[in-house]
């Protein structure tokens, strides 16, 4: 039973817009902090723009933040955008089934009503929640990309070369 | 969000066993009913001997039956089996994690408490659960293996080829 990587990795894009809220995000900041590649973090951030969860600044200096409160974002929402339709076991697919089951077992019940335990407890839990020690993550994250240390927080602009800009 | 179709088809396999128990069910009899591979069924009976939910019988006219009563074998236990070690998100494994985050996320620890409420609900459900319609299971298993048809059951040997024998 695993999440995809693709919706591990927009909880991390929400988590760092969280993170550096209201200042901007820029997708390499994501990438370069997480070693993931700027064109899955640009396909992330397009999603969950479409989806309302994130708003865009265009051009230089541009980049994301978070277009909803962190607190009213929950992760059990997030998922249910990323992972596309639950599918835990075939049947949960009529369409794609081969299971001759289908109909009448009592599997499928059982699994849906753990699925639906599973999103329970993520549709109590927010953005908020998985970014308030924030300064031990801005530490973590700063490892892979200096510019995220929490000592640079508030700092402004210009004392540093920053390989994005957006700060502001 | 998926479970492994091998978790899926050893559910099915101990449900086939609780649905004839406590005459013999032979691999050839799971992998037709479900169209699936001789050799993947073979290898999941094989870890269930092992883990003492099947006891297997050698030989010509032998098989396999549930070791265990079907009241007493939840499906939570099987799939804490099969799936092998629970990763929901990489950093349930600390060897293979990548995620700068690991020990101070708190993303971990929410998925941890939803994978856990998803186990509490399948450590209630029994294979007997599961199976308790026999009937109607056995009727569409019989779909593609005629023999499984619950008019069948009980008729003894002998009235019809059997391809795998095992009955008793």
């Not at 490892?143 to 995220?148: A, E, G, S, V």
């Given at each position: 039973m695993k999440l995809t990587s693709y919706s591990n990795y927009a909880l991390r894009t929400l988590q760092m817009a969280a993170l550096r809220h209201p200042r901007l995000t820029t997708v390499a900041m994501v990438a370069n902090a997480h070693r993931l590649s700027n064109s899955h973090i640009t396909k992330i951030v397009h999603e969950l723009g479409q989806a309302g969860f994130l708003e865009t600044v265009r051009g230089r200096g541009g980049g994301f933040r978070l277009a909803r409160p962190a607190g009213d974002i929950t992760v059990g929402e997030v998922l249910r955008l990323t992972e596309?339709?639950?599918?835990?076991?075939?049947?949960?697919?009529p369409t794609t089934n081969t299971c001759p089951l289908f109909g009448v077992c009592r599997l499928s019940g059982a699994i849906n009503r753990a699925t639906r335990a599973f999103f329970e407890v993520l549709d109590r839990v927010t953005i908020a929640d998985i970014s308030a020690n924030r300064d031990a993550l801005l530490g973590r994250l700063a490892?892979?990309?200096?510019?995220?240390a929490p000592s640079a927080e508030?700092?402004?602009?210009?004392h540093a070369p920053r390989p994005e800009g957006g700060e502001g």
């Open positions: 596309g339709p639950i599918e835990v076991v075939e049947c949960f697919n490892l892979h990309l200096p510019d995220l508030g700092a402004g602009d210009g």
